[in-house]
């Protein structure tokens, strides 16, 4: 008879340290990987391994078309000073402590999944945890704003209708927003979007912006905005070293989640079609047209299509081997 296996042996034997945030979890003598998720941060548990960055730098990732429209951007005499004095007066602190008073904020002890899941984000693109705040809010969305300490928005509807990792993607998306150093025009660019749709005209905010951006600065800082997300969507792949994950996120950014399922592989397929279809330069006319109306879509078809152009290229893959 074989001799009995002390306790600790078992429990060594039975456990699968998280690839993710480095938690080890005991886990059932049939345990198939991918199968069982992680205690602390409730992803998927699995043998692969993950890449964290040692050093890694914007320029590695940033689309070519963010970089263009950042520096159309920069070109604009004054904007930064006129960014600044706009961002005085609406004001870090006042986006601080309009979510501290009306969102939730999360702790290592408040959500500690997700906050798992920031520090992850954070540890693997080498950027130092922002505060996270989650907002009750149906629109499926999240944000990152601030000038020197940004703060990350999750909404609720985002949490409950994506998986733990779609999570994690969205949350690598806005850290990606700080380590490329988005975050001050991004902040103001949503001022901006928030003026033009909700009925805060008359507001004195709406009279500030005016008064301090002129119309050539606000089309320049809208038109960057919507390309900043390729170069995240990136930082978010860096992050979940899945580009299908993106690819299902997008999905419901997209179509929503509903009991008749979309189908994933069409999705792609589609996104394809529309890569075919649209060059930069009817694309380009296209937002112009898009900002005039001061419309704001997140425009996921086109996000994953860039995203699997991006992989297709061998980008991706080139950056994992650094
Ligand atoms: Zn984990
Ligand atoms: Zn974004």
């Given at each position: 008879?074989p001799?009995?296996?002390?306790?600790?042996?078992?429990?060594?034997r039975y456990?699968?340290?998280?690839?993710?945030?480095?938690?080890?979890n005991?886990v059932?003598?049939?345990?198939v990987?991918?199968?069982?998720?992680c205690?602390?941060?409730?992803?998927?548990?699995?043998?692969?391994p993950?890449?964290?960055?040692?050093?890694?730098?914007?320029h590695?990732?940033v689309?070519p078309?963010?970089?263009k429209a950042?520096?159309?951007?920069?070109?604009?005499?004054g904007?930064?000073t006129?960014?600044?004095?706009l961002l005085?007066?609406?004001?870090?602190?006042?986006i601080?402590?309009?979510?501290?008073a009306?969102?939730?904020?999360?702790?290592?002890?408040?959500?500690?999944?997700?906050?798992?899941?920031?520090?992850?984000?954070c540890?693997?693109l080498?950027?130092?945890m922002?505060?996270?705040?989650i907002q009750q809010?149906?629109?499926v969305?999240?944000?990152t704003?601030?000038?020197?300490r940004?703060?990350?928005v999750?909404?609720s509807?985002l949490?409950?209708?994506?998986?733990?990792e779609?999570?994690?993607?969205?949350i690598?998306?806005?850290?990606g927003h700080?380590?490329a150093?988005?975050?001050?025009?991004?902040?103001?660019a949503q001022?901006?979007?928030?003026?033009?749709?909700?009925?805060?005209?008359?507001?004195?905010?709406a009279?500030?912006?005016?008064d301090?951006?002129?119309?050539?600065?606000?089309g320049?800082?809208?038109?960057?905005?919507r390309r900043?997300?390729?170069?995240?969507?990136r930082?978010?792949?860096l992050v979940?070293?899945?580009?299908?994950?993106i690819g299902?996120?997008?999905?419901?950014l997209?179509?929503?989640?509903f009991?008749?399922?979309i189908?994933?592989?069409?999705f792609l397929?589609?996104?394809?079609?529309f890569?075919?279809?649209?060059d930069e330069?009817?694309?380009?006319?296209?937002?112009?047209?898009i900002?005039?109306s001061?419309?704001?879509?997140?425009?996921?078809?086109?996000?994953?299509?860039?995203i699997l152009?991006?992989?297709?290229?061998g980008q991706?893959?080139?950056?994992m081997?650094?």
């Open positions: 008879m001799r009995k296996s002390s306790s600790a042996a078992i429990a060594e456990s699968v340290r998280c690839r993710y945030c480095g938690q080890k005991a059932k003598e049939d345990y990987n991918g199968q069982a998720n205690g602390r941060c409730r992803l998927p548990l699995s043998n692969e993950h890449k964290k960055f040692a050093d890694l730098s914007k590695d990732y689309h078309a963010d970089s950042l520096a159309a951007l920069r070109a604009i005499p904007i930064d006129a960014l600044r004095k005085a007066v609406t004001g870090e602190s006042a601080r402590v309009t979510f501290m009306s969102a939730v904020k999360v702790t290592s002890q408040q959500c500690p999944d997700l906050h798992a899941k920031l520090q992850i984000a540890t693997t080498g950027v130092d922002p505060d996270l705040f809010n149906p629109m969305n999240a944000f704003g601030g000038v020197d940004p703060i990350i999750l909404h509807s949490i409950e209708r994506l998986t733990d779609e999570v994690l993607a969205v690598a998306h806005e850290v700080i380590h150093e988005h975050v001050l025009y991004l902040t103001a001022l901006l979007l928030a003026v033009a749709h909700i009925p805060l005209a008359s507001l004195p905010v009279a500030i912006i005016k301090v951006l002129s119309a050539t600065m606000r320049a800082l809208l038109a960057w905005a900043a997300e390729l170069s995240c969507d930082a978010a792949l979940t070293q899945d580009p299908h994950v299902r996120t997008m999905m419901k997209c179509g929503g989640t009991a008749s399922k189908d994933y592989d069409l397929e589609q996104a394809r079609e890569q075919k279809n649209y330069k009817k694309l380009d006319k296209f937002w112009a047209d900002l005039s001061g419309l704001s879509h997140p425009f996921p078809v086109w996000r994953v299509s860039e152009q991006w992989v297709e290229d991706y893959a080139d950056l081997k650094k």
